[in-house]
């Protein structure tokens, strides 16, 4: 057993993903990790898809509701749907089988935005959260998660759920732990502003707390990201990316802008990543993210 999981409490809830796919019932709402293929489940979601296949050729019914941060993978949104182990997904969705499922009127979904979906979660717009699965990179001795490479609505998912099932990828490097912000948002109508005002600030802890009562399995993994690369920055990207800094040139001589200290948030794809090529070779300096 992994030395990932210091509680002793959820080290006698370690199974296998086929043995935590039990705890996940026809029709329940599941909230999962994952945004943008970073930090989703690696075993439970083929092990569900193969629960639902098995139910399908008995002649039952079998499906889920999904609920993540954002897109996953293949290996998680891809085999799920490709064993119409999906009834309704939200927020978001990129997978090519997913979408024709959707398109094609098999599988319901609501396309809400990001920011809003782990509120509605909160506040049972959706109904009960049946179970949540989450990945970590380890689990500390007092039970609390340290989520792996991304966070997403897992706070949300874990406090909602009824049942809680961790998969400790040992993949995923232990230099992630402190590298997390948690901070709970007070809930509806009590929210007040983030009391953030510059890049680097820290307001909350490196770890989730959780319920550990709530918790029923506790999967080992060893299994990679999505890391899908790149296309190499073309010519159009790096004129957009030209204008850009042209652009921020103009502020800087308007006043209204420093080469020291800039803060961006840069986005992702051929043209962000071509305008942060292109910051390497500019005056700016000192640039926050």
């Known amino acids: 057993m992994s030395d990932r999981i210091a509680s002793e409490k959820l080290r006698s809830k370690v199974m296998s993903a086929d043995e935590a796919a039990q705890f996940v019932n026809a029709g329940d709402k599941v909230g999962m990790s994952g945004f943008t293929g970073a930090g989703y489940p690696k075993a439970l979601p083929t092990a569900i898809a193969n629960r639902a296949k098995d139910a399908h050729a008995a002649g039952s019914d079998y499906a889920i509701d999904l609920f993540t941060g954002a897109s996953t993978a293949p290996d998680c949104d891809g085999v799920l749907a490709e064993a119409d182990a999906v009834r309704f997904r939200m927020p978001y969705a990129s997978d090519p089988i997913m979408r024709n499922k959707i ?38 001795e007092e039970g609390h998660i340290v989520p792996s490479s991304s966070v997403g609505n897992n706070v949300e998912y ?16 232990l ?15 009590n929210r007040i502003a983030i009391p953030i005002s510059n890049a680097g600030d820290r307001i909350g802890k490196s770890y989730i707390e959780i319920d550990t009562d709530k918790v029923v399995a506790v999967v080992e993994t060893n299994t990679p990201d999505r ?3 790149f296309k190499p920055v073309d010519e159009v990207s790096q004129k957009i990316a030209g204008n850009f800094l042209d652009f921020l040139e103009g502020e800087v001589a ?19 990543n071509a305008v942060m090529a292109g910051l390497l070779d500019s005056k700016f300096e000192n640039i926050q993210a």
């Open 103 to 140: 398109n094609e009127g098999k599988m319901g979904y609501s396309d809400i935005h990001l920011s809003h979906s782990g509120q509605y979660v909160e506040n049972g717009f959706f109904g009960k959260l049946n179970v949540a699965i989450v990945e970590a990179v380890r689990i500390t």
């Open 158 to 173: 874990l406090a909602a759920a009824e049942k809680i099932i961790i998969e400790v990828n040992s993949w995923q490097s």
């Open 175 to 189: 230099d992630l732990e402190g590298m997390h912000d948690i901070w709970n948002m007070p809930k509806l109508p």
């Open 227 to 229: 890391n899908a690369p």
């Open 254 to 272: 308007a006043g209204r802008l420093s080469y020291d200290g800039y803060v961006m948030q840069s986005g992702v794809g051929n043209v962000p």
